[in-house]
C-alpha cells in the first residue's frame, strides 16, 4: 500500500471552508456556554430549592445522554415534537453550548465554592450588593481559579464538534469522510485531519496557558 | 448610636449570645473582651448583620435593621391572643403576665391581626436595609479580607465608587490620603499578594475609612499579624481613634483595650458580665470571672 498525500490537494480549499465551519461553531457554543454557566453556576450555590433543583436537573440530563443522541434529538427529534426547524448549525451550537454550560457550571460551583468566606463578608461589610459582589467580587476569583478547567472543557468542546458531520455540516471531519468517499482512500485524509485537530488544540492550550499567566499577575510576590 | 436590644443568637442548638444589650453612642470607643467562645466576634458581626441574630433588635441612628422582635414591645405583646387569652384565664398582673410570656416564649405566630399590624408599623416607620446601615459601619477583619484580584488602589476605591456612587477622581484623592495617613501610598499599584500582614491590615483599614464610615467594627485586626506588626496597626487604631469616630472593638492587647478605650464590656458565655470604664474594669472588676480572666492575661 503505497500513501499519496497529493490527493488532498484538490481538497484543501473545501478543508478551509471546513475549518471555518467547525471554528465558528465551536466558538459560537463557548460564548453562549459561557453566557449561560454564569447563571447556572449561580443557581447551584443559591439557597433557593427550585433553583438548585433545576440547575442540578439540568446538569444531569447533559451528563447522563450521550451527546451524539443529544444532537441527533436536537436536530431530527425536536423539529417534529415541535415543529420549530433548526439548521445543522443552530442545533449543533444549541447542542454543544447547553451541554458545556452544564459541565462549567459545575466547576464553577466548585470554583465559588472555594472562595473564602471573608471575602463576601468584606464586600457586605462595605455594603455592596448580591449582584456587584457576585460580579465585581467573587466570579472574577472563581473564574481564574477554574481558568484551567475552562480550557480543558473549550479542547472537548472542539473535538465534539466533529459529531455535527454527523447531521450534514461539512466540518473537517465531513471533509475527510467525502475524500474519502471519492477516491477510496482513508488514511492520507484522516491522518490530515488529526494534524488539523491536533494543532489547533495545541494552539488553544497554548492560548490559555498564556492566558492563566496574565490573570495570575496579582499573585506575583 | 448603636443600640443592641436583648440579643440572642443560636447556632443550631448552640447558643452564642444569650441576651446582650449595649448601646454605644457616637464619638465612644467601646472594647468588647472575653474569654474565647464568649461571643465577642458573633456579637460584633451582628451589628452589621453579618451575623443575623435570632432573637433581638439592633438600631442604629434611630433605625430599626433587624425584624421586630415582639418580646421587646409590651403594646405588641399586650396585643397577642396569648395575651388576652391569658388574661381572661386570671391573670390581673400586667408586668407579671408580660414576663410569663417573655420567660416561656409563649408568642406563636398566630397572635391575631392586631398584633401583627403593629409588628408592622413597626417596620414601616422605622425599618431600613441593611445595605445602607454598611455604608454607614465600616468593618475591620481578622483576615483582611482584601481583594486579591484587585489593586491597593482598586481595593479602595471599588465601594466608594459602586455603592456611594463617588465620581472616580474624588474616590482616588480621597485613597491617596488616607493611605498616605496609613504609610502605604507607596504600595498604591501593587496587588494585596504582595504585601506583609501589618501591610494589609492598615490598607483595609484605610479602605474602610474610605467610605467615610462613622462607625468602624475592629474584629480582632491584630490576632493573624506576626508579633513584629501588631504595633503599627495599633498606632493606626490609635490615632484614629482621636478622630471622634466611633469605634467598637473585639481585642485581646488588654493594654490597647485600656488605653484607647471609653468603656470595656467584658462578656462571658454570651451575656455581658461587666461594662465600665477601662480603669474600674481593669483595677476592681466585679465579677469574679472577669477577675480570673484578668490575671491569666494580664
Redesign the interface.
Known sequence: MRLDFSIIWGYLPMFGSALLVTLKVTFCSLFFALLLSIPLSLCKISNIRPLLWFADFYTSVFRGVPILVQVFMTYFGIPIATGVKMTAFTAGVVVFSMNSAAYISESMRGGIRAI?R??Y?????????YP?MMK??IL??AV?SVLPSLVNEFIGLLKNTTLIASIGLVDILRVGQLIQAATYRAFEPFFVISVFYYVLVMVLSWFGKALEKRVN????? | MIDIRNLYKNFGVLPVLRGVSLTVNDGEIVSIIGPSGSGKSTLLRSINLLEPPTYGEIWVDGKIITPPDPYLHFEVIRASRTYRHMQREGWDDDAALIREIKARDLLKNHEGQKYHTLLKEITQHSFVDANVVREKIGMVFQHFNLFPHMTVLQNMIYAPTHVKKIPMDQAVEKARALLDNVGMLDKIDVYPGTLSGGQKQRVAIARTLCMDPEAVLFDEPTSALDPEMVKEVLDVIKRLATTGITMILVTHEMGFAREVSDRICFLDEGTVLEDAPPDIFFSTPKSERARTFLEKVL
Do not use: N, T, Y
Request: no cysteine.
Open positions: 473564602d471573608g471575602q463578608e468584606a464586600a457586605m461589610a462595605l455594603g455592596v450588593r456587584a465585581d467580587i472574577p476569583q481564574k499577575k496579582s499573585d506575583r510576590h
